[in-house]
C-alpha cells in the first residue's frame, strides 16, 4: 500500500479565508484581489502538489485581525504574519520563502 505521496512544494503558506474574505481584496495590482491568489498569480504559481510551493487558503485560524489577514509560513510556524492589504508581495514571498525558483 502506497502511503505516501510526493510533491513539488519547497514550502506551504496557509492563508485565511474568512480574513480574506473579510477585506474583499486588497492584494494584487489592482488591490482588488484575494491574497492567496494574488501571491500565487505573482509568482506563478499553479494550483496543486505539482507546483513549486503551495499557497492554501485555510479556516480561521483564530486571530481575526481587524484589517489584515493571518498567514502561516509552513516552515516557521512559530512566528505568524497578519499581512496588510497592498503588502508588498515580493517581500511576502521572500518572507515566506516561496519564491526561491519560480519567481523570473
Ligand atoms: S478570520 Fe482569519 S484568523 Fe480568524
Redesign the pocket.
Known amino acids: 500500500m502506497k502511503d505516501q505521496v510526493r510533491s513539488n512544494w519547497s514550502n506551504v503558506a496557509l492563508v485565511?479565508?474568512?480574513?480574506s474574505k473579510?477585506l474583499d481584496g486588497g492584494f494584487g495590482p489592482g488591490g482588488g484581489e484575494r491574497l492567496a491568489k494574488a501571491l500565487r498569480k505573482h509568482l506563478s504559481l499553479k494550483t496543486g502538489r505539482k507546483a513549486a510551493a503551495g499557497v492554501l487558503e485555510v479556516k480561521?485560524?483564530?486571530?481575526?485581525?481587524k484589517g489584515a489577514?493571518?498567514v502561516v509560513d509552513g516552515a516557521a510556524s512559530r512566528e505568524w504574519l497578519l499581512v496588510r492589504p497592498g503588502a508588498d508581495l515580493d517581500e511576502l514571498a521572500e518572507t515566506l520563502g516561496l519564491n526561491a525558483s519560480e519567481h523570473p
Do not use: S, Y
Request: glycine share 8%.
Open positions: 485565511c479565508r474568512k480574513c473579510k480561521c485560524l483564530g486571530i481575526c485581525p489577514v493571518t
